[in-house]
């Protein structure tokens, strides 16, 4: 079982920057390094999207076309903490964020087990 509780969000106007964290809740750090971590995004009226994810040892990262270049996922195993570096914001990157953990998959093709509660990013012009 793991519990993902994200923090960080907020507004900001365009051209700004946030840091988003997740903590997981896990038995063990050992336990925290078999998920692969990822963020994603839902936006008012539309589907939840893939945004970035990181592999278990985070030697491999991958991002939406979207925000390459904008945004950055990183994690500390030894504090179950995933994180998303987000400069440069965009009006459309206004949507709620979630934190998500999948032990299979990597990428866009993550099909999560575990969810966090999302968190809110606003984005003013």
């Known amino acids: 079982q793991v519990q993902l509780v994200e923090s960080g969000g907020g507004l900001v106007q365009a051209g700004g920057s946030l840091r988003l964290s997740c903590a997981a809740s896990?038995?063990?750090?050992?336990?925290?390094?078999?998920?692969?971590m990822g963020w994603f995004r839902q936006a008012p009226g539309k589907e939840r999207e893939f945004v970035t994810a990181?592999?278990?040892?985070?030697?491999?990262?991958s991002y939406v076309d979207s925000v390459k270049g904008r945004f950055t996922i990183s994690r500390d195993n030894t504090k179950n903490t995933v994180y998303l570096q987000m400069n440069s914001l965009k009006p459309e990157d206004t949507a709620v964020y979630y934190c998500?953990?999948?032990?299979?998959?990597?990428?866009?093709?993550?099909?999560?087990?575990?969810w966090g509660q999302g968190t809110q990013v606003t984005v003013s012009s």
């Open positions: 990181i592999s278990w040892s985070g030697g491999s990262t």
């Open positions: 998500a953990a999948d032990p299979r998959a990597y990428g866009s093709v993550m099909k999560p087990d575990y």
């Open positions: 896990v038995r063990t750090s050992r336990t925290f390094s078999r998920y692969v």
